[in-house]
């Protein structure tokens, strides 16, 4: 073993101190009572037996421990299991070796070698730690994958562009999941961290940053679009509807049916300018500047106020099309109302997310309403231009491109998806798994 191995530095003592070593221990040192010499070394060699029983017995019990801790790492593809074992048996290797030599007082420098141990015990828990996360982790991607070829990109419970790099999220899955894709990653031991290393991409995990990100509840590792239909129904509801939830008459008003039957119900009609007003009055009232004693027509987000604050970003760049955000990122921090860069925010960011949440929450929840706008075919196209997000968009497209990487589509499958007509199903292999595909409408 080189003694330039940066773990094993101090381990073996030099020829020339062994010699020594064995030199002090003549026969001329030891003094003139030779029977109290030879029943001093029957004493000293019972006890150096008894300590090296219990050294091997402690060896054997902390190599035992290690063993069965590394050989709970398991996850469902077999050749990186093995790439694994290899990784973590040079380990152990080193971990008994510096261990025995610490023991028998032949490293050169103990708190050294102490320290390489507490290294690789660190490393197999660092490991052990992350697994688990690995698998669940794995899990989820999946299910918000599947989520994604059904609902598209930027539904409820799919991906987040605003979570794990993609390339990250590819090293999960390739270690969780049955295929080819699990050979691409290798592991490696830096600076008292394992790097799990993507071969085919060059993308790169820290296990121990993933540990911590992964169980911090502020700003998870894993992020997902989240689900606001209930909060904008509430919102709508809170204009449209009583205590009882009958409509009322404030934005929209019964109008007669000649067609109608007994026992029809009643249908309501919301005119353009009703829908201007319901639109601000869900994006809030305009706030009111103390120092100058004026309103401004600063909306100050009304039923979204929260929404923003707590999802802001995902609203901005996984919901909102391209078009409403020209492709631009969601602040690093909001400014707030009063602050000097306000106006510039507000105009650039927050009054496009009101605007494109307060038509969203009408357009889903008044279907049963006859809506102005909505009655030319050549309107909705322009609302649907704006506001949706189209199978034949180039947003889509990119969104599609995007997909395409979490999922690690073959070429083959990519091109048959593209190829589909919207709302087509399609089977195609996501994650090593065949399964469908909904071109999103």
Do not use: C
């Amino acid at each position: 073993m080189s003694q330039q191995d940066p773990m094993l530095a101090s381990v073996m003592a030099s020829a020339k101190e062994r010699d020594a070593l064995i030199a002090s221990n003549t026969e001329s040192n030891l003094g003139g009572n030779i029977a109290s010499v030879l029943q001093g070394g029957v004493n000293l060699l019972t006890e150096r037996k008894k300590q090296l029983k219990q050294f091997n017995k402690q060896v054997l019990q902390e190599e035992q421990r290690i063993y069965d801790k590394v050989g709970g790492f398991v996850t469902e593809y077999e050749s990186f299991n093995e790439k694994q074992e290899t990784f973590f048996d040079g380990l152990i290797g080193q971990y008994n070796e510096i261990k025995t030599h610490l023991d028998n007082g032949t490293m050169k420098d103990a708190s050294l070698g102490k320290r390489d141990l507490a290294s690789i015990k660190n490393l197999i828990d660092q490991y052990g730690r992350a697994l688990p996360n690995v698998m669940a982790s794995a899990d989820a991607i999946t299910e918000a994958a599947n989520k994604a070829g059904k609902d598209g990109m930027g539904a409820p419970g799919t991906l987040s562009v605003t979570g794990a790099p993609t390339g990250q999220l590819a090293i999960l899955k390739k270690i969780a999941t049955p295929g080819p894709s699990g050979q691409d990653i290798e592991m490696r031991n830096e600076g008292g961290a394992i790097i799990l290393y993507d071969t085919k991409t060059g993308a790169e995990l820290n296990v121990r940053e993933f540990n911590d990100a992964i169980t911090n509840g502020q700003n998870p590792y894993l992020k997902f679009v989240p689900d606001l239909s209930k909060g904008m129904t509430n919102a709508y509801n809170a204009f449209n509807k009583n205590p009882e939830g009958e409509s009322v008459n404030t934005f929209t008003e019964v109008v007669e049916d000649p067609n109608a039957q007994p026992g029809d119900g009643e249908i309501r009609r919301m005119s353009e300018a009703n829908e201007i007003k319901l639109k601000e009055a869900l994006m809030g009232t305009k706030r009111y500047d103390y120092t100058t004693n004026t309103i401004t027509n600063y909306r100050d987000g009304g039923a979204y106020k929260e929404m923003i604050n707590q999802f802001g970003e995902s609203i901005w760049e996984d919901m909102m099309p391209d078009g409403l955000t020209n492709k631009t990122q969601w602040p690093e921090q909001m400014p707030m109302f009063g602050d000097t860069d306000y106006d510039e925010f507000y105009e650039n960011f927050y009054k496009p997310t009101l605007e494109y949440l307060a038509t969203t929450t009408i357009n889903n929840n008044a279907r049963d309403i006859q809506r102005d706008t909505q009655a030319n075919p050549e309107n909705r196209k322009k609302f649907d231009d704006k506001y949706k997000q189209s199978g034949g968009s180039k947003e889509y497209e990119a969104k599609l491109d995007e997909f395409f990487k979490k999922a690690d589509m073959s070429e083959a499958d990519q091109a048959k998806v593209k190829k589909a007509k919207p709302g087509e199903a399609v089977s195609v292999v996501i994650y090593g798994k065949q399964q469908t595909f909904i071109k999103d409408a």
